[in-house]
């Protein structure tokens, strides 16, 4: 059974940045494709930043491209999302998302994703 564990997020006012972190173990396949999702207030969940373990290919949502960065550190199995220029519309809570052994598209769905229990982030205008 993979085991997330998340870090960071927090209140922050508009312009403001936040870091979150989550690192994996005991997941089952050399190759695997990780990142966040974020869940609103009454929406449903959306994924905003992915990266895979081989090659470095990331994905970005329209919504954050330019103002998020996603990074990993394969030594510590860890995945980082710099979080810039945040603005009230980014509210919600962050999930730790992780594919073993999926392609980003395939974890992009979100279906067969193991999740962390979330982090909260608020952006104040």
């Known amino acids: 059974q993979v085991q997330l564990v998340e870090s960071g997020g927090g209140s922050v006012q508009a312009g403001g940045s936040l870091r979150l972190s989550c690192a994996a173990s005991?997941?089952?396949?050399?190759?695997?494709?990780m990142g966040w999702f974020r869940q609103a207030p009454g929406e449903g969940r959306e994924w905003v930043a992915g990266?895979?373990?081989?090659?470095?290919?990331?994905y970005y949502s329209d919504s954050v491209k330019g103002r998020f960065t996603i990074s990993r550190d394969n030594a510590r199995n860890t995945v980082y999302l710099q979080m810039n220029s945040l603005k009230p519309e980014d509210t919600a809570m962050y999930y730790c998302?992780?594919?073993?052994?999926?392609?980003?598209?395939?974890?992009?769905?979100?279906?067969?994703?193991?999740w962390g229990r979330g982090t909260q982030v608020t952006v104040s205008s």
């Open positions: 998302a992780f594919g073993d052994g999926l392609s980003l598209p395939t974890w992009a769905k979100g279906t067969n994703n193991y």
């Open positions: 990266i895979n373990s081989v090659g470095g290919t990331t």
């Open positions: 005991a997941y089952k396949y050399p190759t695997y494709s």
